[in-house]
């Protein structure tokens, strides 16, 4: 009989399906027209109804399958009154049909720490700039981000009235990442993305120091990780603290899956064991390619102004 799949490749599997649900849930809140924003820590810093019930919706449908995996999301929440329409019990049968890579079959539930954020690019959701929005599932073991999923619930928004809106983008280390075309920017291209409403004179100069051809502003950690899977940027800097663990953990999962790498200003890589501390505070520099052409780049100036 065929051995039951490795509990990581389940776990992926019900995070697709997860982030499927979670995706139309931000669909059917923006289209309801209500979108019930609350500033947390300003007006960069919001929140609307459909963070608080996709949170509500990943995190109550993933501890119920994987009662002993810890899960971490972005958003401070009540966890016990979740509605039974908020939870979503499938998987995706194509992500269970593949091996599990060896190095990963003997995890434990106990073992996985899962990142969530319900809905990256929430500013530019309450602004209608929709392709910068994503739901960030992201896996961890080890401290390390080793899967990851992420859902673009209006990829295709601005295709026409049959468009097929949405996508779900998966990876695991070691097996690659699916659901999109990997594509290297134009080679000899400086193409540099980043921050679009939290800007500062340190990110400005950061970016100034390596002379980019063009810089690309939009919102969204994911958002800016598919940039550069699909060959639209060379290189995501951010000099600045703001993004979290949750933003950077499943969007690092592809990313590496794929050979790109990403690190903080300073060039640490990032944890993600439970305890760690939620803020990626020195900042992001990640690429797909010729990362260490940007790390060299990056002024003394502004690392010693960013400290881990």
């Known amino acids: 009989?065929?051995?039951?799949?490795?509990?990581?490749?389940?776990?992926?599997?019900?995070?697709?399906?997860?982030?499927?649900?979670?995706?139309?849930?931000?669909?059917?809140?923006?289209?309801?027209?209500?979108?019930?924003?609350?500033?947390?820590?300003?007006?960069?810093?919001?929140?609307?109804?459909?963070?608080?019930?996709?949170?509500?919706?990943?995190?109550?449908?993933?501890?119920?399958?994987?009662?002993?995996?810890?899960?971490?999301?972005?958003?401070?929440?009540?966890?016990?009154?979740?509605?039974?329409?908020?939870?979503?019990?499938?998987?995706?049968?194509?992500?269970?049909?593949?091996?599990?890579?060896?190095?990963?079959?003997?995890?434990?539930?106990?073992?996985?720490?899962?990142?969530?954020?319900?809905l990256d690019g929430t500013k530019e959701y309450t602004e209608g700039l929709l392709d910068h929005v994503t739901v960030l599932i992201g896996i961890a073991y080890g401290g390390k981000a080793i899967a990851g999923v992420i859902n673009q619930p209006y990829y295709n928004y601005e295709a026409g009235a049959n468009a097929v809106l949405g996508r779900t983008i998966w990876g695991v280390l070691g097996m690659g990442a699916f659901g999109f075309e990997l594509t290297e920017a134009p080679a000899g291209k400086h193409i540099v993305v980043t921050t679009r409403s939290h800007s500062s004179a340190l990110v400005n100069e950061c970016i100034a120091a390596l002379n980019p051809d063009h810089v690309i502003r939009v919102g969204g950690a994911g958002n800016k990780i598919i940039q550069l899977i699909e060959g639209k940027a060379s290189a995501y800097v951010f000099a600045s603290p703001g993004c979290k663990k949750w933003d950077t953990c499943a969007p690092e999962a592809i990313l590496h899956a794929v050979g790109g790498k990403i690190t903080d200003i300073c060039g640490n890589s990032f944890q993600y064991n439970k305890e760690v501390k939620h803020m990626n505070s020195a900042g992001v520099l990640a690429t797909l390619r010729n990362y260490d052409y940007y790390a060299s780049r990056i002024p003394n100036t502004v690392k010693e102004s960013l400290v881990p």
């Open 1 to 118: 009989s065929m051995a039951s799949p490795a509990l990581l490749m389940r776990v992926v599997a019900s995070a697709y399906s997860v982030a499927e649900k979670a995706a139309t849930i931000v669909r059917n809140v923006m289209s309801a027209g209500d979108l019930g924003i609350v500033e947390k820590a300003g007006p960069n810093d919001l929140q609307t109804k459909a963070d608080r019930l996709v949170q509500m919706s990943i995190c109550a449908s993933l501890a119920r399958k994987f009662p002993k995996v810890t899960i971490i999301g972005e958003e401070e929440l009540p966890t016990d009154d979740v509605t039974e329409d908020l939870i979503e019990d499938g998987h995706c049968e194509e992500i269970l049909k593949k091996p599990c890579p060896a190095q990963y079959t003997g995890i434990k539930e106990e073992e996985l720490v899962i990142w969530v954020d319900p």
